[in-house]
């Protein structure tokens, strides 16, 4: 890496579709707060890079904001396997309530069936950032991944990374200097 990166990591705007569901790639975006995505618009940086993950709803946003982004297998979300698509109600009641509590109690090495856990997210968007440019780089991407690249940038234990709150459309920035990160805000409104 020659010379700084500087990541505005945003969190894709709301999945347009009900709650408490493990959305699929294809899941659409709700584009309709103007008003959120005009203020996130005036703080990101004129011509940097912008990378998104191939999921329809970080497509969409990036789009919303103006972005010409470049889709990146390394920063999709975590993959969820069976899970994809089913509401938690429903994982919760076939697998019954001990054992799904038991999975969420190490929700960073476990892996949902046919899926992966958030240490092989961490593992991607690892390699991800070892590809971006110097200089302003927009992510619009989603929660787990923004967990992931903190989890990164300050050596969290994946399940300290998790407990990050990140809301849609709220911007992360931290900076990849030559000899360390920095971190400058985490989901800011």
Avoid at 17 to 36: C, F, N, Q, S, Y
Avoid at 37 to 52: G, K
Avoid at 112 to 117: L, M, R
């Amino acid at each position: 890496m020659d010379g700084d990166t500087h990541l505005w990591l945003i969190r894709h705007a709301p999945v347009d579709g009900p709650r408490g569901v493990i959305h699929a790639p294809d899941a659409p975006a709700d584009l309709g707060d103007a008003a959120a995505f005009a203020a996130l618009q005036a703080r990101l940086p004129a011509d940097s890079v912008a990378v998104c993950s191939p999921a329809r709803r970080t497509r969409e946003t990036a789009a919303r904001l103006g972005l010409t982004a470049t889709e990146d297998d390394a920063f999709r979300e975590q993959d969820f396997g069976n899970w994809t698509g089913r509401r938690h109600s429903e994982i919760e009641q076939e697998l019954g309530a001990a054992a799904y509590r038991a999975f969420w109690n190490s929700p960073g090495t476990n892996r949902p069936p046919g899926g992966e856990s958030f240490v092989d997210q961490i593992a991607r968007a690892r390699t991800g950032l070892a590809r971006l440019p110097a200089g302003d780089v927009v992510l619009v991407v989603h929660s787990g991944t923004i967990r992931a690249i903190l989890a990164i940038a300050l050596d969290l234990a994946p399940e300290h990374a998790l407990r990050f709150v990140i809301d849609p459309l709220s911007l992360t920035r931290i900076d990849r200097l030559e000899s360390a990160w920095r971190v400058v805000v985490v989901n800011g409104r």
